[in-house]
Structures are given as structure tokens and as C-alpha cells.
């Protein structure tokens, strides 16, 4: 199997040679738990978190599988600077990638060691042969495994692995026009069709362990429903008949809450969440004129608002949606009998308003939708030339589709979730008369979706979001570089004493959060920079930046506590003039810098310090220095995105 995730592979054989400078490793030992065994193991799924942060996510076939779980070593390798305490979990599979067993284990990493730590799966009594011995070659070192890090995926929507499994035959109740949502990593399908009959079951696939799980059913069956995720809790609205209903699903106590009805009740519609509330577009309801209708639900306060939310600029139903870079896209869908829209319509919520519609590739209706980063995915669907089986993909900053995997099945009526390395094709149709059982599956990695506050600045004004500090009006631009923020670099500074920085652009950060941008500039004189922050007031910040030091470019990571000015680090690995992702994650008091020169697809670490949590804002900013005498020059922010 090919990586599921990018990056480079970080993981040995028996002629590895020791530790380089900096790196650590990880001989891992796993076997059944004494006097068990697990039969019938096709593959060995890993996954390595270090310090709360998903470091390494990969499986390895096992030879000559399906085998019996005796023993077996692998050898598990972290890039330079990657220590600290690591939980593995581990996960025996069979041949449909069904979990067969699972166990786990902690070590603590150091830098240029390699650590032992042995890990027992639970399975079942042992016939007293204690299972087939699989460790390691001949010559007793640890066999292949791929493993690659996951460093936070792919911010150009990730990379798909080229290996598709056609047929899960996944334990379930098939069905069609269900909900299909992502909720904390699970799939959940509430209703929907089983054959022409409408279902109340709830059924969560955990692809972790490759299992079912039933749950407590709906309070009533419907088809045609739309569901999404807040707050940890799933909510499903709308289906056949024109119902109204709304019910929530809390998991933690497996029940379910009937809350406010929709103001129009619609079937087939599509579902998004925006900034903490459900959104509802189109739907259909015995040829009513309201499939233009936008409906969102805040469960805060338990309403729904129809009123002053502007129209869609066409009738849709049985289409999907999806939330990217702080804007809805309404893919797919018809009006009528083999009107199938090839327009997807872009919603802002922050402006209320419609933006130029995207022509999509293949037009289709009661297809698959889901986003990875910054790239839309169309799954399967029906049109006038019968069922798709393309997944075709659409990146929004290249403004350009393609075509990137088919699956083995056309059917529409399904849901898709991209979600644990791969993407999910669940239920559908190609009759209305039955469901397809067949869950199938492609790897892609993916990076967690943005929040509230991305930007990809392409309107031509700032979103209510964003606050300048020390505003020049005539030092920025969104249409001097169409759909980029152009800050252009002029005299002044935050660091030390300095106070003087023009054009900082600020909004709220909340709690633990990642930021994100790419920055295109091509420093030439000392302290001229680029930069994405955390920020108090001119004395309290954390920024890494494409920066100009000791007369190169650097990628420059620096913070300054109430005052103090601290050189975190400074890496020359710098492309200059080549677009580069600036990333930094915080988690509680703890900053975690790093930096891509390829979109995203692989980050370099850039260090780690540790500051208050009082920087209560996230943004941008360029400037030529305190001092500088240097020439304006222009830096290019492509998008600002938040995780």
C-alpha cells in the first residue's frame, strides 16, 4: 500500500543504520497478548502521537497474509527535532481492513537513541501454538513498514495514494439518501432509504477499527435528509413529504432531541456548518418556489433564521455542500427532470452575499460532496448519460478541475466523507428500488477542515473579521494581485523597542487554534520580512516569517514576552521567491512553528517555545524593518486560514 498521508518515509529495515544527527527512533515490537492469538491478519495499521500531535499514520501488508498474529518488529523513524513523550496505536486488519484487534503503548523519544517499546493486542484464546512467529527477516532485524508523519496533511486539498479497495462489505443497513455526516472522526448515516421503505436507524462507521456501531434510532423514519455536525453533537433535518423536523443527536448519551422545526421543510436539500450554525440551501418540496430558500439553525438559542439571508441565484435540489476558506459551495444537483446545474453557486455568510459562480467539470445530481483543504471533490451522481463513478476534484487556487480516481460503482443518492487517510463512498442507488451495501474507499490525506476567519481574499473588500493596526490605506491591496492580500513593506518594526509597524492585520485567535499562510516575497535587505503571528500589542508576540538576515533569506521564528525579545530559531532552508505556507500551531502555552515551499503537501519544523496565552489575535504582516532604508516591496498573502 502506498503512504496514506505525504511526506517522506521515516521507517527501517534490518540494514537501517543508527540514528543521524538529531533524529529519533522507535523499534517497536508487536505481538498478541499471552496466551492469545489474532487470525487472519492482512495488515498492521500504526499510528504514533507525539505530544498530543499526530506525528505518524501509515499500514504495512503483511506477507504471505492472511496470517496468525504471533509476533513482529518494526522500526518506526522521527524527523530531526521530533522527541517527547509518543502513544503508539496499534491495529491488526484483515483483508477488507476490518480492525481484528487493537492495542497501545507510551516511550519517550530522544533525540539520536533508538527506543524499544512492545506492544500486546488483544485477541482471541490461542489454540496453544501461540500463533505464527511473522518477525522480521532472516537476519532478525525489523521488516518494512510505511509510515509517513502527518504533519497536518495536504493545505492543497492532499494527495491521493492511487489504491482503492472496492468492496469493504461493511456490516451495515444499506441506504440511500441518507444523512451522511463526519462527526469527532466517525461517520454517522441517520436515515435515509433501504429500498422504498424510509429508515430511522443511525449506524457509525469508526475507520479506525473498520467497525459498525447501531445506535439509538430516530425518533421517526425519513428519507431525503440532510444532516451536520456542532459541537459534538449531530443534527438531521428535512426528508420526504416536505417535513420540517429537526432532531439532535448527543452521543454521549445515545438519545436523540427533537428541537425547532424549519421554517419551510424541504427534501434533498444541502447541509453545511458556518461558524457554529447549520445552514439548510434549497430542497425540494412539491415543486415549490422556495428551493432558492437559505435556512440556518443556531443551536445556541434553538432558532431558525430565513430572514435577510439573500436568495440562491438559482432552484437546486439534490445537490451537496461544502465550507472552504469562509465560503459555502453549493456543488451539483437538478431542477426538474434532466436539468442538471453545472453551476456552483459561492455563498459568503459574512457579506450575505452570492458570489461568480464555478462551471463544474461533469454536472450531476444527488452526487457525493465533501472538501480536503482547498480542493472540492465531486463523488459519483447520475446525469443525463446515466451513473458516474468519477471522483473529480476542484482546487480552488488553481481554479482548475480534474479528474483524480473513478470508483468501481456508479450510484447516486450516496454520501462521501474524506476522513483517516482515505475517502468514503457509503450507500446510494442506481435503481430507487434497492441501496448498495458496498462501502468503497480511496486513500488521500487530508488536512482537518478551515474555521471561521479563513480568508482566500477574493472579494474585493476585507471581511468584518479582520482590524488593521496603524492602517496605510495606500500600503495594501486585494486588486493589485487579484485574490491575494498585497501588504507592501514599508519602515517600521515590532521587535525590541520598536512600535511602529504599519499594516498588521488582526482578528480574534479563540483558544487552541493553527494558523496559516502563503507568502509570496523576496526579501533583499536586513529585517525586511513577511510574517503570521500571534499578537497582544507590540511587546507580546509570536511570529514566523520569510525574513532577509546575514545577508540571505531565512525562515525566521521569533517571539517577544513582555518586552524581551527571544530568537526561537532560524532555519536558511529558504526558496526565495517561491510561495511559502508559514504554520503556527498553539496548544495551551506552547507555539509549534514550521514552514512548506510545496503548498503544504510536506512541512519542515521551524521550532517550538512556549508564551502566554494572552495573545488573543492571529494575522499578518510585512515589513522592511525599524531602520530600513530599503525599497517598498510587495508581499503577496494568497489566503489566511485557521484549523
Not at 499578518?620 to 486560514?641: M, P
Request: aromatic content about 8%; charged content about 15%; overall charge negative.
Amino acid at each position: 500500500m502506498r503512504p496514506l498521508a505525504l511526506g517522506a518515509l521515516l521507517l527501517g529495515l534490518a540494514a537501517l543504520p543508527a540514528c543521524g544527527d538529531g533524529e529519533a527512533a522507535l523499534f517497536l515490537t508487536v505481538r498478541a497478548r499471552a496466551g492469545e492469538t489474532v487470525r487472519g491478519v492482512s495488515r498492521l495499521r500504526v499510528v504514533a502521537t507525539l505530544d498530543g500531535v499526530r506525528s505518524q499514520d501509515g499500514e504495512t501488508a503483511l506477507t504471505g497474509a492472511p496470517v496468525d498474529l504471533g509476533s513482529r518488529s518494526l522500526q518506526v523513524r522521527f524527523p530531526r527535532g521530533r522527541t517527547g513523550r509518543v502513544t503508539v496505536d496499534v491495529t491488526e486488519l484483515d483483508a477488507n481492513r476490518a480492525g481484528l484487534g487493537t492495542g497501545s503503548g507510551e516511550a519517550t523519544l530522544v533525540a539520536g537513541r533508538e527506543t524499544e517499546l512492545t506492544v500486546e493486542l488483544a485477541g482471541s484464546p490461542s489454540d496453544g501454538d501461540g500463533g505464527t512467529d511473522l518477525g522480521g527477516s532472516s537476519d532478525g532485524g525489523p521488516p518494512d513498514l510505511a509510515v509517513p508523519p502527518s504533519d497536518g496533511g495536504a493545505t492543497d486539498g492532499g494527495a491521493l495514494d492511487g489504491s482503492t479497495s472496492p468492496d469493504m462489505a461493511p456490516p451495515w443497513t444499506a441506504r440511500r439518501a441518507a444523512a451522511v455526516v463526519l462527526l469527532d472522526g466517525k461517520v454517522y448515516v441517520a436515515g435515509g432509504y433501504t429500498t422504498t421503505v424510509a429508515s430511522d436507524l443511525l449506524e457509525v462507521f469508526d475507520p479506525t477499527t473498520g467497525t459498525w456501531t447501531r445506535k439509538q434510532s430516530m425518533p421517526a423514519p425519513r428519507g431525503g435528509v440532510v444532516g451536520f455536525a456542532i459541537g459534538g453533537k449531530l443534527y438531521v433535518a428535512g426528508g420526504d413529504t416536505c417535513n420540517d423536523a429537526l432532531v439532535e443527536y448527543d452521543p454521549l448519551v445515545n438519545g436523540w432531541t427533537a428541537r425547532a422545526a424549519m421554517p419551510k421543510g424541504q427534501e434533498n436539500a444541502a447541509a453545511v456548518t458556518i461558524g457554529g450554525e447549520g445552514y439548510v440551501f434549497g430542497g425540494y418540496c412539491l415543486g415549490s418556489v422556495d428551493a432558492t430558500k437559505v435556512q440556518k439553525f443556531n443551536p445556541s438559542t434553538g432558532v431558525w433564521t430565513t430572514t435577510g439571508l439573500t436568495a440562491m441565484p438559482r432552484s437546486r435540489d439534490r445537490g451537496g455542500a461544502v465550507w472552504v476558506g469562509g465560503r459555502a459551495y453549493i456543488v451539483g444537483g437538478q431542477w426538474g427532470n434532466g436539468n442538471y446545474i453545472s453551476n456552483i453557486d459561492i455563498y459568503d455568510p459574512l457579506n450575505n452575499t452570492w458570489g461568480n459562480p464555478v462551471t463544474m467539470q461533469t454536472p450531476r445530481s444527488s452526487l457525493g460532496v465533501f472538501a480536503c483543504g482547498h480542493t472540492i471533490y465531486a463523488v459519483d451522481g447520475a446525469n443525463g448519460s446515466g451513473y458516474s463513478t468519477l471522483v473529480d476534484a476542484y482546487d480552488l487556487n488553481a481554479n482548475a478541475w480534474s479528474t483524480v480516481t473513478s470508483f468501481g460503482i456508479g450510484r447516486w443518492q450516496l454520501g462521501a466523507v474524506a476522513t483517516n487517510g482515505n475517502i468514503y463512498a457509503l450507500g446510494g442507488t442506481t435503481n430507487e428500488m434497492s441501496s448498495i451495501t458496498t462501502v468503497e474507499q480511496h486513500g488521500l490525506a487530508c488536512p482537518p477542515p478551515v474555521q471561521a476567519g479563513s480568508d482566500f481574499f477574493n472579494a474585493a473588500t476585507l471581511g468584518p473579521q479582520w482590524t488593521w493596526v496603524r492602517e496605510n490605506a495606500a500600503g495594501w491591496s486585494l486588486t493589485a494581485s487579484p485574490g491575494s492580500m498585497r501588504i507592501t513593506t514599508a519602515a517600521g518594526d515590532i521587535v525590541r523597542t520598536s512600535a511602529d509597524q504599519k499594516n498588521i492585520l488582526l482578528q480574534a485567535a479563540g483558544g487552541d487554534v493553527t494558523i496559516q499562510t502563503r507568502v509570496t516575497i523576496s526579501p533583499t535587505a536586513p529585517a525586511q520580512q513577511a510574517n503570521v503571528m500571534f499578537y497582544k500589542d507590540d511587546d507580546n508576540f509570536v511570529q514566523l516569517g520569510v525574513a532577509y538576515a546575514s545577508n540571505s533569506v531565512v525562515i525566521s521564528f521569533v517571539k517577544e514576552i513582555a518586552g524581551t525579545t527571544t530568537n526561537v530559531a532560524t532555519s536558511t532552508d529558504s526558496m526565495v521567491g517561491t510561495p511559502t505556507v508559514l504554520r503556527i500551531t498553539r496548544s495551551g502555552t506552547i507555539y509549534t512553528a514550521s514552514y512548506s515551499f510545496d503548498d503544504g503537501r510536506t512541512f519542515t519544523p521551524a521550532g517550538t517555545t512556549t508564551a502566554p496565552t494572552i495573545l488573543g489575535q492571529v494575522g499578518i504582516g510585512a515589513t522592511n524593518g525599524a531602520s530600513s532604508v530599503a525599497s517598498a516591496l510587495n508581499a503577496d498573502f494568497d489566503w489566511f486560514e485557521r484549523y
